[in-house]
């Protein structure tokens, strides 16, 4: 007589287990890249190549982490009210802000700027060469 022996696993509860684990290192190992994908500033670094370059680099209205590891430089942080002081400055800088925060910047703020590209709601600016 066969009988079923309540203390042995069956294979459903082991698969059942299998499948957990497999979905749970699934999602440990696909979801860094994807999360900092979109949540980090390489994109934005990889599209804008002059981010590596030595000019000043200022963040508007933002706390970007990222953007210092990825151009191994901590840029210099400026409220949107004070862009118009610090883009008389004249030292060329290149400004990385959100599309929202870029909307709130005054009329003749956003004159004197120049889109050099952006990677999702990030891009970055750098002023208008002035007129000869």
Known sequence: MNELNPRRPRWAYGATAAAALAGLLLV???????????????????????????RPLVLVDRNLPSLTYYVDRVPEKVEGRLVGERLDRGDAPLLVITDRDFEKLPLEVKRRLKLLGRAGNLAVYEPNSPAP
Do not use: E, H
């Open 28 to 54: 440990v190992i696909a979801a860094p890249p994807l999360i900092g994908a979109a949540r980090s500033a390489k994109p934005l670094v990889d599209a804008v190549p002059q981010l590596a370059s030595s």
